[in-house]
């Protein structure tokens, strides 16, 4: 093996690095942090009666995540919707980046992002969120146009792009009968069936898209069908510093934490909101 | 049984230790072998080994976590294993190092002179500059040798969002090696 070195090198990486990786933070603390710790807890437990009352009260929440030193109300939303967001310490708080492991099984991806809106899918859903009205403001279901559901399969799915300039989408999906083809308006929500030669020439083709940026090799057999969609989520996630979202997850009943779906929407200052969307467009995760 | 209290057995040469470490990490080791193997045979023998590392090592050793300090003998055993068997050309299966080819190329090798130690810094620097997401994926995939499937599990990712992930962590640390002289045509 050409690269034994590097493969022994990681075999010696820090103990605590290796644990993290597997089981998250290492709990260990030395004495004089416990006691630090023990004083913070008690001080966060008081907080945590008037911001659990805080939040019940309010189903929508928002906060400045700009500071390295969050509020509590902004840890216990990140417990709630358990994700992780990391940032840069060293960075200056105004160059904040804000990595988020946001992709659930249900919600598939992020399509498209500028200054006044995101478009995102589940995996039977479009939806179009606005920072300035703070909504979600078109919704679409591929459902009601006999769309498969994203991912769905190798010989039954559907797969998205949006237009660069985010004016529209055209959504593919594909099943045994052949490849349909809808134009979706992105700013009034108005959808239509075409044909694929009425799909805007400024628009790429899905042909082009797929496996644009995806390893050349690949050694795990199981996996060797990529979607355009998942491609777009995963360039999203991964070139965007901000403006992403996640899900609230379910508690292990299957019942959500808060009483709904919720997503997590953050801006591009950094600051982030909490976003109602309608259960029926999870069918795993519904009332 | 706390790890702590199992390190005080192997410290008071109390055989019962191998017996507690068999049974709280037992599984998790040879995991990690099979990961590594895909051998029944050879991911026994390397845990039992690991039995053996661990009873030889501590004391003088002091782990500081049991769990870590019984995955690398684990892994070592394993990969040396490995390397014995692909020697003998009884290896056809895949491994993620393989993956790590990604780092090299043909015209660019790891300088004969780089000790590990060395290359583990740099590579232990490389991993704190990267996200935690983005260092997690690679350790449970390069360190544990865990599968696409169980790294999707583990993180809530899409399987393309990990294989993208560790593409991209692979071709960063081929420019972070080459950016520290490590490399050389």
Redesign the interface.
């Known amino acids: 093996?050409?690269?034994?070195?590097?493969?022994?090198?990681?075999?010696?990486?820090?103990?605590?690095?290796?644990?993290?990786?597997?089981?998250g933070k290492?709990k260990?603390l030395p004495h004089i942090t416990k006691v630090i710790a023990a004083a913070l807890i008690i001080m966060i437990i008081s907080v945590a009666v008037i911001g659990g009352f805080n939040m019940l009260g309010h189903m929508k929440t928002d906060g400045d995540y700009t500071n390295t030193k969050y509020s509590f109300r902004n840890e216990k939303l990140m417990k709630i919707c358990?994700i992780?967001i990391?940032y840069?310490s060293n960075e200056p708080t105004p160059d904040l980046?804000l990595?988020m492991?946001y992709?659930?099984?249900e919600i598939f991806?992020v399509e498209y992002s500028d200054a006044e809106k995101v478009v995102f899918t589940s995996r039977t859903g479009i939806f179009v969120y606005n920072y300035k009205s703070d909504n979600i403001v078109h919704t679409f279901d591929l459902e009601k146009v006999g769309a498969p559901g994203f991912?769905q399969g190798d010989d039954s799915y559907s797969s998205l792009q949006v237009d660069k300039s985010g004016r529209y989408a055209i959504l593919k999906s594909t099943d045994n009968s052949g490849d349909k083809y809808h134009y979706i308006n992105l700013l009034n929500g108005e959808t239509k069936d075409i044909a694929e030669n009425d799909i805007p020439e400024d628009m790429e083709s899905f042909e082009t898209q797929e496996m644009t940026?995806?390893?050349e090799?690949?050694?795990?057999d199981?996996?060797n069908y990529?979607?355009p969609k998942?491609?777009t989520?995963?360039?999203m996630?991964?070139y965007h510093n901000c403006d992403f979202f996640m899900r609230i997850e379910p508690d292990n009943k299957g019942k959500l934490l808060v009483g709904n779906m919720e997503l997590l929407i953050i801006k591009p200052d950094g600051s982030f909101t909490t976003q109602r969307v309608f259960a029926d467009m999870f069918p795993k995760f519904g009332k | 049984m706390e790890d702590k209290r199992i390190i005080e057995l192997y410290f008071a040469r109390d055989e019962s230790a191998i017996l507690h470490t068999k049974e709280k990490y037992g599984a998790y080791c040879y995991k990690i072998a099979y990961n590594i193997l895909r051998n029944n045979e050879d991911s026994d023998e390397c845990v039992n080994d690991t039995y053996l590392g661990a009873w030889n090592s501590i004391p003088p050793n002091i782990p500081?976590?049991l769990?870590?300090?019984l995955?690398?003998i684990t892994?070592?055993l394993s990969?040396s294993r490995l390397?014995r068997n692909?020697a003998k050309k009884r290896n056809n299966n895949?491994?993620?190092?393989?993956?790590?080819?990604?780092?090299?190329s043909k015209n660019l090798?790891?300088y004969d002179n780089?000790e590990?130690?060395e290359?583990?810094n740099?590579?232990?620097a490389f991993?704190q500059k990267q996200?935690?997401?983005?260092?997690?994926?690679?350790?449970?995939r390069?360190?544990?040798c865990d599968?696409?499937?169980e790294i999707c599990k583990?993180?809530?990712?899409?399987?393309?969002?990990v294989?993208?992930?560790?593409?991209?962590s692979r071709s960063k640390l081929k420019e972070y090696l080459m950016k520290e002289g490590v490399l050389n045509e």
């Open positions: 093996m050409s690269n034994e070195k590097i493969i022994d090198a990681i075999g010696m990486l820090d103990d605590t690095m290796i644990y993290e990786a597997k089981f290492v260990v358990n992780n990391t840069e980046k990595t492991q992709i659930g099984s991806g991912n940026y995806y390893p090799s690949d050694s795990d199981s996996f990529y979607s998942a491609h989520s995963s360039y996630a991964n | 500081n976590i769990s870590v300090y995955a690398k892994r070592q990969i390397r692909t895949n491994t993620p190092f393989d993956e790590l080819n990604d780092c090299l090798n790891i780089i590990a130690e290359l583990k740099i590579i232990t991993l996200s935690a997401s983005e260092r997690n994926i690679f350790i449970c390069y360190f544990y599968t696409i499937s583990r993180f809530h990712y899409s399987q393309s969002k294989k993208t992930t560790l593409y991209r």
